[in-house]
């Protein structure tokens, strides 16, 4: 039975979408006969878990770890280190028997760990690509650093020691091969939703200061990476020149949403502000409002998927998407829309593009009435 090592953050029920695909993917790998091991983190007690599926085995081990301060990059580079060296001291024992080693974005830099870990463990290295660092602390810089720039070389280095990858998307498959990746060791492996939408889930209730309104959901996080100054603008002149008839649920986490959240309330226009709900709900959630919204800034096309467009796109519901075309956030929404299923890009900046775009969200989608 071939052994399996995957390395990730946060698992379920903790809040991370990398965790939620990472579960998903095991069950998968258990059930084609693989004995897997799952590392990752946990808010509550350290504990293992094992499941047999279908001729394979499932061990889970939750590493009890800290909340992350994504507000401050000191401290978030010191959870880092301390995290990943963690998830490797609590793993060492299942890596050295292992034949794959797969390793995530998430937490970042486990690549600078897990390389010259692998002059002595002589696995396969799998890297399985969520987001791309040094480049995504780059591209939110508006100077350049001699000292990320150097990071960057040395981690492009360490990628080519790596035997296989697994892109979310065609641009990072691109942006791969740019690296000086063979496409022979590039697998295009898209993340499924991140929960099963069967039509019969029953919708979460409508925030009271919603009701009557289009409700335009953003959930999970809104962080560096996403746009922000497009959809405030473009949300302003729909209340203040248009017919005001659209709402924004914020079920989110992140510096972009409370930058939002604080904007529109400034102005006092509609905006209602939550925490994503428990994984359970997920499904519920996705199904309740009339629309999503998913923002990405034009620097961090290929670096960054948002990983709520696969759930928002399954869901059937209208999706407004701020951003560029080259990212394959409009090629997943392109393909993957239902029939009937409302789809409207429009890129960063047109602030003019996006109020009609909201326009059309509210003449194409039913408001409701319900509340809390």
């Given at each position: ?18 965790g ?14 693989y004995?897997v ?41 010191i ?26 974005g ?17 696995k ?18 508006r ?8 990071f ?16 979310s998307?065609?641009d ?37 200061e ?8 953003y ?55 939550g ?24 620097g ?12 928002c ?10 951003g ?10 392109r ?11 429009v ?26």
């Open positions: 039975m071939p052994r399996l090592v995957y390395l990730c953050d946060w698992l379920p029920p903790d809040f991370g979408a990398v939620q695909y990472a579960l998903l993917s095991c069950r998968e790998r258990a059930a084609q006969g004995e091991t799952l590392v990752g983190l946990t808010s509550g007690d350290t504990r293992l878990e094992e499941e047999k599926i279908g001729q394979g085995l499932l061990r889970v081990l939750r590493l009890a770890a800290p909340p992350l301060d994504r507000a401050n990059l000191a401290r978030r580079l959870w880092t280190a301390r995290t990943n060296m963690a998830l490797i001291r609590a793993a060492w024992s299942y890596l050295k028997a292992s034949d794959q080693i797969l390793f995530t998430s937490p970042p830099f486990l690549l600078h760990y897990l390389v010259p870990l692998n002059l002595i463990l002589q396969e290295l799998i890297y399985r690509i969520a987001d791309f660092h040094p480049e995504c602390m780059i591209a939110s810089r100077q350049p650093s001699a000292a990320l720039n150097a960057l070389k040395l981690t492009l280095w360490l990628r080519r020691r790596v035997q296989r990858f697994e892109a998307g065609e990072q498959r691109r942006l791969l091969q740019s690296y000086g990746i063979p496409p022979e060791n590039i697998v295009l492996k898209r993340d499924p939703p991140p929960v099963e939408l069967t039509g019969a889930e029953q919708p979460l209730p409508i925030p009271a919603l009701a009557g309104k289009v409700v335009l959901l959930s999970g996080n809104w962080g560096v990476a996403h746009e922000t100054d497009t959809f405030i603008n473009a949300y302003i002149r729909h209340h203040r020149q248009g017919s005001g008839r659209v709402g924004l649920w914020l079920n989110a986490i992140g510096v972009g949403a409370t930058h939002v959240e604080e904007r529109l309330k400034a102005e006092g226009l509609p905006v209602v502000r925490q994503p709900v428990p994984f359970g709900d997920l499904g519920r959630l996705l199904v309740t409002p009339d629309a999503h919204l998913i923002t990405l800034r034009n961090f096309v290929g670096y960054v998927i948002p990983s709520k467009t696969y759930g796109i399954a869901s059937g519901k209208a999706v407004l998407y701020i560029s075309d080259q990212s394959d956030v409009d090629l997943i929404c393909d993957g829309a239902k029939p009937g299923q409302t789809y409207i890009r890129p960063v900046g047109d602030v003019d593009g996006v109020a009609e775009a909201l326009e059309m969200l509210a003449d194409t989608t039913q408001g409701t009435n319900r509340a809390l």
